[in-house]
């Protein structure tokens, strides 16, 4: 897990004078939005303390910002160690040549338009442009891309497979460097697992659940220390 210590390297120190790049085209797929909301907020929560720690998706990533270059607009993006991540976001896209390093992990969610892509043309421009890990999840099992859950790390410039595990119940799940968590297919839903104790992260939905039970919890016993409070000044006045 990131520790949020100061970044390595960065080119540009101040985007307060660059203009942000332009909307990346619509993506209509409304097939993505369910398993990227879910993960993109449970990164959030889980870096939350990490202020170095950029976790984007849905701008480019580019080169440089040349106008001829158009790159490619990944679904999640996680960088650790960079300068200004919100200035980043701001400026609607990563451009590698601006803060001087690739992201650190990429993750694209299969669907029925995007799913050869993700597996053959983004996997080679990913690793052109020096991405530490490439991950693809397919929620339908395996329909879209070439298999439920998918990983490859940078060696040497290209690709190279990382291993996919299988529990005796069919999920399957994956050890991922770059974020020092499992990434774990479970019937169909992407989780994120601390691999030293085996715990799924929370989704924002169970924190939300967790809140809610809480605050009952507290009230409950505000409303039985009333009634011991009430019992005792009798037992006073009496």
Wanted: aromatic share 10%; hydrophobic share 35%; charged share 25%.
């Amino acid at each position: 897990m990131a520790t949020g210590s100061a970044p390595k390297r960065s080119y540009i120190k101040d985007y307060s004078h660059i203009e942000p790049l332009p909307d990346p085209p619509p993506v209509n797929d409304m097939e993505q939005f369910m398993p990227l909301m879910t993960v993109a907020a449970t990164f959030r929560y889980h870096f939350r303390n990490c202020a170095h720690v950029l976790i984007g998706g849905k701008g480019y990533l580019r080169r440089t910002a040349a106008a001829d270059e158009h790159g490619v607009f990944p679904d999640c993006i996680v960088a650790m160690d960079v300068e200004d991540p919100r200035a980043i976001i701001a400026r609607n896209g990563y451009v590698i040549s601006e803060v001087g390093k690739p992201p650190d992990f990429v993750l694209e969610v299969a669907s029925r338009s995007t799913g050869l892509i993700d597996c053959t043309v983004k996997r080679e421009i990913y690793a052109s442009f020096g991405v530490a890990e490439y991950w693809r999840f397919d929620y339908t099992g395996g329909r879209y891309h070439d298999a439920p859950l998918g990983g490859d790390e940078l060696v040497n410039g290209e690709y190279r497979r990382l291993p996919i595990h299988r529990s005796k119940d069919g999920h399957r799940w994956g050890y991922s460097v770059a974020l020092g968590l499992d990434l774990c297919w479970v019937d169909g839903e992407l989780r994120l697992r601390d691999p030293a104790t085996r715990e799924f992260l929370p989704t924002m939905s169970e924190l939300a659940d967790q809140i809610d039970t809480a605050r009952a919890e507290r009230l409950a016993i505000e409303a039985e220390t009333a009634i011991i409070r009430e019992q005792l000044r009798k037992l006073q006045q009496g």
